[in-house]
């Protein structure tokens, strides 16, 4: 039976607290509090539609404001994305979606190639979603992307509700990295790339 990619990091510094666990071979498992009620509820729905068992708490300095906490759960689950991959060997590499939340459509690409890029085109009609700084949501994918080494494009194609537009971004996010993360059974154990490894 196939081991379980699973990684735990905890990051701390003057303006948060963060531990996470995943489980990229999981069955969608969530159990999140960051003390930010709708990036759990983006966060649990990137756990369920990824298929990756998320455990995440967060402890920030919410009487400042959500941009730390929001960007450094970005950092920790990109960065456990990344340890849970290994040396990349036996993965599709490459996902993609797109997702429908109502009038909401968004389209999500990935390539797991270990070179941080984030090509973001999506504009929100409203400043809040909630308590919750819509500019935020750039913040948090260009942290995972980041720490991820991850190459990834978000776009929205249609959407007047920030809500819906959000949970599409995440949910895209979501079913596009189930793809790549997806082990590939014509590409047992080697690395997808011609130049043999998926370092950066």
């Known amino acids: 039976m196939t081991e379980h990619r699973k990684a735990s990091i905890r990051r701390e510094t003057g303006e948060t607290r ?3 666990t995943i489980d990229l071979d999981g069955t969608g498992e969530a159990r999140i509090a960051t003390g ?25 300095d919410l009487h400042v404001d959500f941009h730390h906490t929001t960007e450094d759960t ?5 960065r456990a994305v990344a340890e849970a991959l290994g040396e990349r060997r036996g993965i599709r590499r490459y996902g993609a979606a797109v997702i429908p939340m109502d009038e909401a459509l968004v389209e999500a690409a990935i390539d797991l190639s270990g070179r ?12 809040k979603v909630g308590e919750m700084d819509t500019e935020l949501f750039l913040e948090w994918f260009r942290a995972f992307a980041t720490n991820a080494g991850a190459t990834l494009h978000v776009r929205r194609k249609a959407g007047v509700n920030s809500h819906h ?15 790549a993360v997806e082990r590939d059974p014509r590409a047992a ?6 130049k043999g490894s998926l370092a950066g």
């Not at 759990?40 to 298929?51: C, I, P, S, V």
């Not at 154990?189 to 011609?194: F, L």
């Open 18 to 20: 963060i531990e996470a």
């Open 36 to 60: 930010i009620g709708f990036l759990d509820h983006m966060l649990t729905a990137l756990a369920r539609h990824g298929a990756i068992d998320i455990a995440l708490t967060a402890a920030g």
């Open 74 to 78: 970005g950092i920790v689950l990109g």
């Open 116 to 127: 941080p890029f984030l090509a973001w085109e999506v504009a929100f009609p409203t400043q």
């Open 165 to 179: 537009i959000a949970e599409a971004c995440f949910k895209a996010l979501a079913r596009a990295l189930r793809e």
């Open 189 to 194: 154990g080697t690395v997808p790339s011609t």
